[in-house]
């Protein structure tokens, strides 16, 4: 989120790699524009698993990025500087596999309480759907509500007039499905959208999906998958909606912050999603190699009383376009923009556009698609995915096979994606129309750094 390149540009394409140091950082830039930089919460910029490091079974020195976070078998406090920000408050992971300061508190204030998240002390949920159930804390000592009293705390605690960037990121919504009580009975499974499904839809898909169910092959964010009964899907939907409305409870409280603070009209906020999960969409749960709408379409909300227009924008936005848009309205030079001879690139080093004339209501649109991709390690598969205001054309490669195979759906006639058009004959000029932009659109993202520096 803090570079907004693509994967194949700044080097993380799956989890358990670090971010490079070298690629410029939004949080970087707007600390040499003079604003005060912290993360409370999640944050995912380097490997934080034991393996990588000291003592597990790989050197410091394959991994020099990495940092030593555990402490006595516990991810500790991040050291800073951090990739440009001064202060970390840190919490790693979700439900009851969760470290970093959170626990560190935790254990100090409740030792019990701590000591039962640690050996999963879970209440199963009524109907004992898979990686369900109910946290082992009260609210005021979860997670989300640590984040939200950090992040409150740090807006208190402020100083002078030097402007900020905080990063307030909420573990919750992921799974597993644990809200703590009272937000588990919010909702319940008869009452919640149940996920969408055709019969046979999978005999339309690549073979893989079909590989992924019956070999329960691990994924890059699922270890296996299981088709299940819809009640079960519907009971971690419903404790979902229950995460989902506690941030929504304590967003509000940072929200009236800003407004006791008399710090709401000049701060931009922005709250989005890295990720969706499918919570048995097309029979599938959590992640994994599937660009399916529950997994890509996040929200993406700003508010700037008095600056912003109100109501919802269609036009086409990725989170590519964040860290644009976030300099640009802090009027700081976007990283790398200038050649050698100190001229503007005319090839931007970040590939997304700033959203401001959306957000002005000066504009419809920006672009008229956007990209996604990811690799997919476990399966040696790798997905490029364009959408456009009304398809989505996904191609794969790296698959043994005579016969390339993909996806193309008509988001406007089959919203869910159920009807995969990429073999329809009379779809194919189409499928090659839309292949070619892909590529037109990969190809502007690839990575303009480092940037020269002399001219020969």
Known sequence: MFNRLLPGGHGVRTNGLNQRRRIPMITQALLDGEYRTASIGKIHLTN??????????IT???????IPFWREGRIDHVPTPYYGLQDVDIVLGHSTWIEGDYMRWLRARAPQRADDIVHNRIKPSPLRSPQSGIYPTPEELYHTTYVADRTIDYLRQRRGERPFFLWCSFPDPHHGYTPPEPWDRMYRPDDVVPPVRREGEWEDLAPFFRRVLHQKISLSGTFGQTLLDEKLYREQIALTYGMVSLID???GRI???LEELKLAEDTVVCFLCDHGDLMGDHGLQNKGPFHFEGLLRVPMMWRWPGHFASGTRQGLASLLDFAPTILDLAQVPIPEGRGWDGSPLQVPAWPGRSLRPLLEGRADSVQDSVVCENDEDYLGLRLRTLVTDRYKVTTYTGHRGAEPFGELFDLQADPHELQNLWNRPEHQALKRDLIVQLHHRLTETDIALPRRISHA
């Open 60 to 66: 410091p020195q394959e991994f020099p990025e990495s």
């Open 249 to 251: 409870k304590h967003v």
């Open 48 to 57: 934080f698993d034991k393996a990588a490091q000291a003592g597990g079974g």
């Open 255 to 257: 929200l009236a912050t």
